[in-house]
């Protein structure tokens, strides 16, 4: 062939500066796009090998290599793939976006899977010229009687094409990197970027440094492998030492007797892992094997909680593995990764498109051939399609959650305080996704016990007591004081939650000694939570532990207790200055409670919103939305009694301080000026009643 000169074919001339700038966002994804493409090139001849159209020859082994090159500032790419002739390069490398794939899977669409064929648009030789000055090709087809072509360009719309040197089937690609990306000639990049994009690639890929020594190893004969050439037999010597024995003399000890060995040329290693585990079926898959993969791609070393394999061949092909990773404390990150591949062709990390947001919390893989990827093969193209592969997800990890519920709730429980995170924020994310989980949402309750919501909605309902209604207006509860008329009174029933085991300690003492129960909820998600949940399930409502005096935990003698009532209100009011505070007083049943403060769900609830928006730099004042308290005495404790007694001595307002400081203690610390009082008011209360 006589060497031709010519233009490519394009359209315009300034397509070249707009593919090298910006076709991809990033520039180490040449690497990607040239890997997929020599991958392609083998994948194709084993295709026609298959159909019939070409017999491969004995021995052949598929490989990709990459060389680089650090003092010629080059890096290759070499595969022993298809090939192409001097027609095909014209038409696949000289006229831009014409896809070899395409035109391969359309020659031969009646003949074989098309699974693997990875490029798509005919674009992906062309990030070359992000990074280099100069690209040559070297090519032969596997067609018989075919001649090696060389092709080059500097990156212009020109290039000369001739007849090349290449001796055996398949496509060199040379990278001559231009100064400001002499970093891909590094080894240590070089491999960096195989282990980010071609881990997985169905091809074994072999990094190399031009020109290096042959290195060598040693191997028993018994391990001897047909395809290993002997350099020489090596021999070893008896390994021994000197011992000497009790009567003082010594004998020689043999450690490791003779022996020869076979000096081979030593075998390079593949960088990426041809059949990932996804690929597999998960029968196949043993628990130590998923542990592993888990290690090797997220380098996390705490074993995660358990994995749902996901394996789909209709109405779209998609496979994967979703790990739940275990959080060992508060201050762990929970933000995940979700790895998407394109053909075992890695596309990027955690794309909302594909993944439910809320799974972005998970580790794992997902692979689906059949994403609409854009040109760039970096994002996806907006399509309807990907909404079902998102929601075919999100149902696979519902049903995998809802089965271990089911068939094995010990696990369940055992693995809840690490994955309620991930499903409540599902639930508040996706729809569809709390349908499926509602009922298989635990629980945890001040006994250490996990409860769903149904059973939790059981032990709550109570049979009616009609001596309830009868009630002496005194000794009536302070929501039901201020109850709507009947017609607008709330029927739904009440789930109790604590929010702070340790703040709320009194209170739970109350409720255990009652035998009543309350969930634990002490997450900043459970707020929306169960805001949520009371939306989308409006026969019963959650309250704080300390929204309201239930009912089983005061006495119901019948007594008078307005005048009590009166004379309290009276000094707690003087005493507090809190117009917004109300006094009810009851006789509790825990006699060792002075007092309760109540404070409005509502309210409180809406205050706590106002402080994450105020803390999150909204400039709303939260002190605006300050909630209602209720402040209930107990007119039986000595210290309610006292202050009724000596309603007119001077210790009378600071021991209402006291008391309503106490109680206010138990449902959130004190502020600085608070607590700085309270300290002061102790010890004063103490020198008077010392001094007397």
Same mark, same amino acid.
């Given at each position: 062939?006589?060497?031709?000169?010519?233009?490519?074919?394009?359209?315009?001339?300034?397509?070249?500066?707009?593919?090298?700038?910006?076709?991809?966002?990033?520039?180490?994804?040449?690497?990607?796009?040239?890997?997929?493409?020599?991958?392609?090139?083998?994948?194709?001849?084993?295709?026609?090998?298959?159909?019939?159209?070409?017999?491969?020859?004995?021995?052949?082994?598929?490989?990709?290599?990459?060389?680089?090159?650090?003092?010629?500032?080059?890096?290759?790419?070499?595969?022993?793939?298809?090939?192409?002739?001097?027609?095909?390069?014209?038409?696949?490398?000289?006229?831009?976006?014409?896809?070899?794939?395409?035109?391969?899977?359309?020659?031969?669409?009646?003949?074989?899977?098309?699974?693997?064929?990875?490029?798509?648009?005919?674009?992906?030789?062309?990030?070359?010229?992000?990074?280099?000055?100069?690209?040559?090709?070297?090519?032969?087809?596997?067609?018989?009687?075919?001649?090696?072509?060389?092709?080059?360009?500097?990156?212009?719309?020109?290039?000369?094409?001739?007849?090349?040197?290449?001796?055996?089937?398949?496509?060199?690609?040379?990278?001559?990197?231009?100064?400001?990306?002499?970093?891909?000639?590094?080894?240590?990049?070089?491999?960096?970027?195989?282990?980010?994009?071609?881990?997985?690639?169905?091809?074994?890929?072999?990094?190399?440094?031009?020109?290096?020594?042959?290195?060598?190893?040693?191997?028993?004969?018994?391990?001897?492998?047909?395809?290993?050439?002997?350099?020489?037999?090596?021999?070893?010597?008896?390994?021994?030492?000197?011992?000497?024995?009790?009567?003082?003399?010594?004998?020689?000890?043999?450690?490791?007797?003779?022996?020869?060995?076979?000096?081979?040329?030593?075998?390079?290693?593949?960088?990426?892992?041809?059949?990932?585990?996804?690929?597999?079926?998960?029968?196949?898959?043993?628990?130590?094997?998923?542990?592993?993969?888990?290690?090797?791609?997220?380098?996390?070393?705490?074993?995660?909680?358990?994995?749902?394999?996901?394996?789909?061949?209709?109405?779209?092909?998609?496979?994967?593995?979703?790990?739940?990773?275990?959080?060992?404390?508060?201050?762990?990150?929970?933000?995940?990764?979700?790895?998407?591949?394109?053909?075992?062709?890695?596309?990027?990390?955690?794309?909302?498109?594909?993944?439910?947001?809320?799974?972005?919390?998970?580790?794992?893989?997902?692979?689906?051939?059949?994403?609409?990827?854009?040109?760039?093969?970096?994002?996806?193209?907006?399509?309807?399609?990907?909404?079902?592969?998102?929601?075919?997800?999100?149902?696979?990890?519902?049903?995998?959650?809802?089965?271990?519920?089911?068939?094995?709730?010990?696990?369940?429980?055992?693995?809840?305080?690490?994955?309620?995170?991930?499903?409540?924020?599902?639930?508040?994310?996706?729809?569809?996704?709390?349908?499926?989980?509602?009922?298989?949402?635990?629980?945890?309750?001040?006994?250490?016990?996990?409860?769903?919501?149904?059973?939790?909605?059981?032990?709550?309902?109570?049979?009616?007591?009609?001596?309830?209604?009868?009630?002496?207006?005194?000794?009536?509860?302070?929501?039901?004081?201020?109850?709507?008329?009947?017609?607008?009174?709330?029927?739904?029933?009440?789930?109790?939650?604590?929010?702070?085991?340790?703040?709320?300690?009194?209170?739970?003492?109350?409720?255990?000694?009652?035998?009543?129960?309350?969930?634990?909820?002490?997450?900043?998600?459970?707020?929306?939570?169960?805001?949520?949940?009371?939306?989308? /399930?409006? $026969?019963?409502?959650?309250? @704080?532990?300390?929204? &309201?005096?239930? *009912? =089983?935990?005061?006495?119901? %003698?019948? +007594?008078?207790?307005?005048?009590?009532?009166?004379?309290?209100?009276?000094?707690?009011?003087?005493?507090?200055?809190?117009?917004?505070?109300?006094?009810?007083?009851?006789?509790?049943?825990?006699?060792?409670?002075?007092?309760?403060?109540?404070?409005?769900?509502?309210?409180?609830?809406?205050?706590?919103?106002?402080?994450?928006?105020?803390?999150?730099?909204?400039?709303?004042?939260?002190?605006?939305?300050?909630?209602?308290?209720?402040?209930?005495? /107990?007119? $039986?404790?000595?210290?309610? @009694?006292?202050?009724? &007694?000596?309603? *007119? =001595?001077?210790?009378?307002? %600071?021991? +209402?301080?006291?008391?309503?400081?106490?109680?206010?203690?138990?449902?959130?610390?004190?502020?600085?000026?608070?607590?700085?009082?309270?300290?002061?008011?102790?010890?004063?209360?103490?020198?008077?009643?010392?001094?007397?």
């Amino acid at each position: 062939m006589k060497e031709k000169h010519g233009s490519l074919s394009i359209t315009s001339e300034n397509i070249f500066p707009v593919i090298k700038k910006w076709l991809y966002s990033d520039h180490d994804i040449f690497l990607r796009e040239l890997v997929s493409n020599a991958c392609d090139a083998i994948t194709k001849l084993k295709k026609l090998d298959a159909m019939g159209e070409f017999s491969i020859p004995a021995g052949y082994k598929p490989e990709v290599h990459i060389i680089f090159d650090s003092e010629k500032k080059t890096l290759t790419i070499s595969d022993n793939g298809i090939g192409m002739t001097e027609d095909e390069v014209e038409k696949y490398i000289n006229q831009i976006a014409f896809s070899g794939a395409t035109d391969f899977l359309t020659k031969f669409k009646d003949k074989g899977d098309q699974d693997q064929i990875i490029g798509h648009f005919g674009l992906g030789f062309y990030s070359a010229f992000m990074v280099a000055d100069l690209v040559t090709i070297d090519s032969l087809s596997y067609q018989d009687g075919a001649k090696a072509v060389h092709w080059e360009c500097d990156g212009g719309t020109d290039f000369s094409m001739k007849d090349g040197e290449r001796d055996h089937f398949g496509t060199t690609i040379t990278l001559h990197l231009n100064e400001d990306c002499l970093e891909f000639c590094n080894e240590y990049r070089v491999r960096e970027l195989i282990n980010k994009y071609c881990s997985f690639m169905p091809t074994p890929i072999y990094l190399e440094k031009a020109n290096a020594e042959t290195e060598y190893e040693e191997i028993n004969p018994d391990d001897k492998r047909d395809d290993d050439t002997v350099i020489e037999t090596v021999h070893h010597d008896a390994k021994t030492h000197e011992k000497k024995n009790d009567d003082g003399s010594t004998e020689v000890v043999e450690d490791e007797p003779a022996k020869d060995m076979l000096k081979i040329v030593k075998r390079p290693v593949a960088l990426n892992d041809t059949n990932p585990l996804w690929m597999k079926t998960p029968s196949e898959c043993t628990d130590e094997e998923y542990k592993t993969f888990y290690r090797k791609v997220f380098n996390d070393y705490k074993e995660p909680l358990f994995w749902i394999h996901l394996n789909m061949d209709y109405p779209f092909n998609l496979k994967g593995i979703l790990y739940f990773p275990k959080i060992n404390s508060e201050y762990d990150s929970i933000e995940g990764t979700i790895k998407l591949y394109n053909n075992q062709v890695f596309v990027a990390d955690n794309i909302k498109e594909v993944i439910p947001e809320f799974l972005m919390l998970l580790k794992g893989v997902i692979d689906c051939p059949d994403l609409p990827l854009n040109v760039s093969r970096s994002a996806l193209q907006n399509d309807g399609f990907v909404k079902k592969i998102s929601d075919y997800i999100t149902k696979k990890v519902a049903d995998k959650l809802s089965g271990l519920c089911k068939t094995d709730r010990e696990s369940y429980e055992k693995y809840w305080d690490d994955i309620s995170p991930f499903i409540k924020y599902g639930c508040l994310k996706d729809d569809k996704f709390c349908d499926k989980m509602n009922d298989y949402i635990l629980f945890k309750d001040i006994y250490d016990k996990y409860t769903t919501l149904p059973d939790l909605l059981k032990k709550e309902e109570k049979p009616e007591d009609a001596t309830e209604e009868k009630k002496d207006e005194n000794t009536a509860s302070d929501s039901e004081q201020n109850a709507a008329p009947e017609e607008e009174k709330d029927t739904r029933k009440s789930i109790y939650y604590v929010t702070d085991l340790l703040q709320q300690s009194q209170y739970i003492q109350l409720f255990k000694e009652q035998k009543q129960n309350a969930v634990i909820l002490d997450k900043v998600i459970d707020t929306s939570f169960i805001s949520q949940l009371e939306q989308r /399930n409006p $026969d019963y409502k959650f309250l @704080r532990i300390d929204a &309201d005096l239930t *009912d =089983s935990l005061v006495e119901n %003698d019948g +007594a008078d207790l307005k005048a009590d009532t009166d004379t309290l209100s009276e000094i707690f009011k003087k005493a507090i200055a809190n117009d917004k505070l109300t006094i009810n007083v009851m006789k509790i049943k825990n006699k060792d409670t002075a007092a309760i403060l109540n404070v409005s769900e509502e309210m409180r609830r809406m205050q706590d919103m106002m402080k994450m928006y105020s803390m999150n730099g909204s400039g709303m004042d939260a002190s605006m939305f300050a909630a209602p308290e209720t402040l209930v005495l /107990n007119d $039986d404790h000595e210290l309610v @009694r006292y202050i009724i &007694d000596h309603k *007119d =001595s001077d210790l009378a307002l %600071d021991f +209402a301080k006291q008391i309503y400081d106490m109680a206010k203690l138990a449902n959130a610390p004190l502020d600085a000026n608070q607590m700085t009082e309270f300290l002061k008011r102790s010890n004063k209360i103490m020198l008077a009643l010392a001094n007397k």
